[in-house]
């Protein structure tokens, strides 16, 4: 039996059905014809409303009496006409929808009421997950013991587990708010952010087809954001502007410089990156599932880059703009057409300030292209892109955008919330975090929309974000359920700490700082893992037949165990229960439980190396060292 419920988001004042996760039998079946791309006779089947509005006949749907509504008639075995119309839904599909048309209601719009603005967010956090908790009737799990919270928050905040020093000097003075201050002051914490959103932002190198050394620019302009915790709103304008001011903002112009001339794919990095929305969708038609992106919104996005193009100056590549141009049409599937607007999502269209410009001039620009921009080229004359200075046009599509992209809009303080709680918590408020649309509605919206009020009103401080979501006891609670003889409660209800996979270069350095290794020397590690671990926010984690070959039978992976410090200081303990012990606190960060302990001194034996490697290598691949819990 398949078993369905109505979740209702409210998004610019429409009900809209949560298809994507509540209600599959539309999903699948209906929206195909009559969705975003197709609407067969007139009907819209994407929201409540629409759906009760009919199309081109009558209503599809009465809300509480599904005999009468004509979504639950045409399903029906025999009915003419028939829905739809190549296929019979199964019996309990058909019951589906069935109890959902019979309990729906049609309510007034819902305004989020949302606590005092002055509280804490550590605080507000608590509260309004502890709301959950009651509303669903569920005990969350006891507080995280100290041993765990501190490999948690150290792979959460460094991006690799603790030395055996930091563990023991955390354990005499075990304060977790002094703690999490002194990991995100640290230089290990910008550059762990650095190569999170190096992937968030361009993708790994590797899977650009680029390698890590054409990105120093951009990777120095990363960790120099996180270390100064420069601004979230002037990192998004850095990007999309793409006109440095210093030295240290140059590497920000390889945002859009790696799209190389693309500008569809300048807007739907942007829109993911920096909105989390998935705005290709709506490249042909409207979005399928979330009515609220328009083909419209696509185009428009696209036209604030159309005049962006990759030039070489004496400060390195930059992304030139020019001052006149890019006014594009777009059609959708009936073949109309319509002129691309200045338009982000549901802003009001940007007006240039001096009417439409279809002819370049020096007079559209503060620093001036060379006099070839000017006209024509001849056959084979290439446009000459090695230039003395970056041309900047007195009107600029990209600033424009990058105002409206971060002055109250509140999709660019929600995206950022949302990714970094999933960083730190293992799902995003809305999950999958790059899917932040009507389809997909957000766990705790009133969370949501307080911790972006707060972030925006704190001058956009991603550093007091991430303290303040770590202090929280959501965060700090221990991943076993309290009732561990029952299914441990849904992971949206953030009721125990979730199992989080390291990423690949998490995961690498950790590797080398449990073996003793130097871990800033990870680079062919992390090559390596890159290609077969874990990516960065995947909406499903399953582990690979690729990954355990690679553990198992790598030499180059094996003769690192081998030559590892810790192994050379490990065949230098005689004491069978002093070794196991060492073993265990050195690569999970913890002490062996006895039947642990038992078995694996039943197997290690002091001064011999390959018990001790194997017990290494066990543990060190083990789900347990490979899962931040």
Known sequence: MVHHRLAICLISGMSVLA??????????????????????????????DSAVEGGETDTALIPGDPEKSPLFQLVQIGSDPHMPPKKQLEPEEIQALREWIATVKIEPEKQLILPDAQLEASQVIDELITQSWEQNRITPASRASNESFLRRVYLDLIGRIPTQQEFQSFLSNPDRHDLIDQLTESKGHALHLAEIFNVVFLDRAESRKRNRGERKEWIDYLRWVFETNRPW??????????????????????????????????????SRALMGKQVQCAQCHDHPI?????????????????????????????????????YDEYANL????????????????????????DQETQELYHIAPPEQWFRKLKKDEKLQ???????????????????????????????????????LMGRGIVHPVDLMDSAHPPSHPELLAWLARDFSAHGHDVRRLIRQITRSQAYQLDSRPADQTANPPLDHLFARSLDK??????????????????????????????????????????????????LT???????????????????????????????????????PDEVEKSQAMNYVRPNEESSIRQLVWALITGAEFRINH
């Open 19 to 48: 298809l994507g996760q509540t209600h599959p039998v539309i999903e699948e079946h209906c929206l195909k014809c009559h969705g975003g791309v197709k609407q067969k006779g007139g009907l819209d089947l994407r929201t409540l």
């Open 233 to 270: 709103d002037q990192v998004g304008r850095d990007l999309i502007i793409a006109r440095p001011q210093s030295a240290e903002e140059k590497g920000a112009s390889h945002f859009l410089y790696e799209q190389r001339d693309s500008h569809h794919e300048m807007a739907v990095r942007t």
């Open 290 to 326: 979330a009515p609220e992106i328009e083909q419209g919104h696509y185009w428009g996005l696209v036209a604030f880059f159309n005049r962006s193009l990759n030039v070489k100056t004496p400060e390195g590549p930059q992304v030139a703009e020019r001052g006149a141009g890019g």
């Open 334 to 357: 009936e073949g109309k057409t319509s002129p691309a607007q200045l338009i982000l999502y549901h802003n009001e269209p940007v007006t240039e300030p001096t009417g439409k410009q």
């Open 385 to 423: 892109k090695d230039l003395p200075s970056l041309p900047t046009p007195k009107f600029s599509r990209r600033e424009a955008l990058a105002t409206v992209l971060t002055t109250d809009n509140p999709d660019f303080s929600r995206a950022l919330v949302n990714r970094i709680w999933a960083l």
């Open 501 to 550: 996979p390291l990423s690949a270069e998490v995961l690498a350095r950790s590797i080398r700082t449990t073996l003793g290794h130097d871990p800033s020397q990870d680079q062919e590690l992390r090559a390596r893992f890159t290609k077969l671990f874990p990516d960065l926010f995947e909406e499903n984690y399953s582990p690979t037949v690729q990954q355990t070959m690679f």
């Open 553 to 591: 039978n790598d030499r180059f992976f094996d003769q690192l165990i081998a030559d590892s410090p810790l192994l050379k200081e490990l065949l230098q303990i005689e004491s069978p229960d002093d070794l196991v012990t060492i073993i265990f606190q050195r690569i999970l960060t913890r002490l």
